[in-house]
């Protein structure tokens, strides 16, 4: 047996006989009164659920799955904004056996049409505003189960449900049905979460229960984290980051979350006093937003995000912790420490539990100072996702030959260690917390019949990081149209199309794109002819 292959039994030791239902029943039984979760609406009451009483509802919905005849091994869609129905959902499915497909809820048809039938999925959990496209994308389904609110907000579901012919999800808690008992497998598959990549459409990452399980206890081991610990969530759970940095290790470590819908500088203090919430996972929108309030006297001692940001951290009073990581590695696998938080604008150093490399164009590794390619290894299935699900295309492209996984991320190293995070290598864009394709967008706009040729490229924005916009070449039917006609076509066949975040918000019309000299579009040209959106 090889070093690597020993390395690799043996990290999989660590998850022998555990699974993510045994993670939530030893809470429930060694703490069962502590609270694992409290629903802040923006309308109504907050509600709360203790460790017994998350899992007592977990089993009742995975006993109404089961008895409408999902199984080990299918496939749910959750296609719910943050509220506890999804929490409740996810871990009813991993009870189950069943695989937890959460997708954004700001998909298109297209999108959902996609999910469904990529993963074979056998129902959907979803909210009254999202339930007729769920029913008219995803036409394979058996059932769809429908919530009586939008994130908290209520709205009247029976004639909903009978236009659509769903049921309410209140109907799937039953205490009839039996969840049969699974041996626990760790490498069960758990669930699976759709991300951006340089083709047009999503690629499945399919999580084990031992990926699940990674997450949670990696992160918490990262952050510190203690059963008194109380986070606030307010990122989208249908995400890496929120699901695993934040709900798993939040869980696996005994703590309590405290869940909003989304995020809202005018509460955010207000909450965080209120249930006296230790520390919170943050993107720079949320910073910027926050900026023009007095900082009140709180309880939080950090604040995770994308880098080590000391002057953000002196001015709301928190440590702020660096860190990089993706849908593929569960967890960071760059990361500062609570201590020792590096210089300015550092992601930190890698995790002890990953290897890294940073490549040049050559495939060698980079001088110091010099930005390359990011490689990370670890063991599939474990600390690493454990496949692209029914695309062995793009698995065989993201690992080479030794084990290491392309990130396509460019990263530099200071003289002293600390790693910068540079640029995307791949054609992508970071809009707000999202990451988007180009070339999806690109295909959409193709698409109309009306363009020749076209180049979205990333602008800086003030409050989102990027915005996408495009560069089109008309074909002759587009030359043909009014040009204020021609850009109002592209754009609501944007809308219909793409989710929200991934509409082009200005559309330039030209006769040439630039080239490089292998003739590729010179994106970095039409990227400095971009003022920033300063306001």
């Avoid at 990262?222 to 929120?242: C, G, I, K």
């Avoid at 006296?276 to 995000?305: C, D, E, Y």
Wanted: with cysteine; net charge negative.
């Amino acid at each position: 047996m090889s070093l690597k292959s020993e390395i690799e039994t043996s990290i999989k030791q660590a998850t022998i006989g555990l699974d993510i239902p045994w993670m939530l029943a030893e809470w429930a039984t060694r703490q069962p009164d502590k609270l694992a979760l409290v629903w802040e609406p923006f309308e109504g009451e907050s509600k709360s659920w203790s460790y017994s009483q998350l899992q007592s509802d977990a089993k009742s919905v995975a006993a109404g799955l089961v008895g409408r005849g999902v199984t080990e091994g299918d496939f749910v869609l959750i296609h719910l904004d943050n509220c506890p129905e999804f929490v409740i959902a996810w871990y009813a499915c991993a009870m189950l056996g069943a695989v937890a497909v959460s997708t954004n809820t700001h998909s298109v048809a297209r999108d959902l049409e996609y999910f469904s039938n990529h993963t074979d999925a056998v129902c959907a959990i979803t909210q009254p505003s999202f339930a007729k496209l769920i029913s008219q994308s995803c036409q394979k389904l058996n059932f769809i189960a429908v919530t009586d609110n939008d994130a908290g907000v209520p709205a009247e579901a029976a004639s909903l449900l009978s236009e659509i012919g769903a049921v309410s999800f209140a109907a799937l808690f039953d205490s009839v049905s039996v969840v049969p008992a699974l041996k626990p497998d760790p490498m069960r598959n758990l669930s699976v979460q759709f991300t951006s990549g340089t083709t047009s459409r999503p690629k499945a990452v399919l999580w084990t229960h031992a990926n699940g399980l990674w997450a949670g206890k990696i992160s918490a081991v990262h952050m510190r984290l203690q059963r008194d610990d109380v986070t606030l969530v307010y990122m989208p759970l249908f995400h890496t980051n929120a699901q695993g940095y934040s709900m798993l290790a939040t869980h696996w470590s005994g703590g309590t979350i405290v869940l909003q819908p989304k995020f809202s500088a005018s509460r955010f203090w207000n909450i965080s006093k209120k249930h006296q919430v230790t520390w919170v996972s943050m993107i720079p929108f949320a910073f910027k937003a926050l900026m023009s309030q007095p900082v009140p006297k709180h309880n939080q001692r950090f604040w995770g995000g994308p880098a080590s940001l000391p002057a953000i951290g002196q001015h709301f009073g928190v440590d702020t912790i660096g860190w990089w990581g993706m849908t593929e590695t569960l967890t960071q696998g760059i990361v500062t420490d609570h201590d020792h938080p590096g210089p300015h604008g550092s992601i930190g150093r890698v995790a002890p539990e990953y290897e890294i490399q940073i490549r040049d164009a050559q495939g060698d590794l980079s001088a110091i100072g010099e930005k390359g390619l990011l490689f990370i290894r670890g063991v599939r299935g474990v600390s690493l996702f454990k496949e692209y699900y029914k695309n062995e295309t793009a698995n065989e492209s993201a690992f080479d030959d030794n084990g290491w996984f392309d990130t396509g991320d460019l990263v530099r190293s200071d003289e002293s260690g600390w790693l910068f995070f540079s640029d995307r290598e791949k054609d992508m864009l970071k809009v707000g917390a999202e990451n988007v394709a180009a070339s999806e967008i690109e295909s959409v706009i193709m698409q109309t019949g009306l363009v020749d040729e076209c180049a979205v490229v990333a602008q800086k924005h003030f409050m989102l990081d990027e915005v996408p916009v495009v560069f089109v070449i008309p074909n002759g039917k587009g030359v043909g149209m009014d040009a204020d006609e021609l850009k109002a076509t592209i754009l609501a066949h944007c809308e219909e199309n793409l989710a929200s975040f991934k509409v082009v918000k200005h559309i330039h019309l030209v006769e040439e794109l630039p080239r490089s000299t292998l003739e590729k579009v010179a994106k970095n040209e039409l990227r400095a002819r971009l003022e920033p959106i300063t306001a």
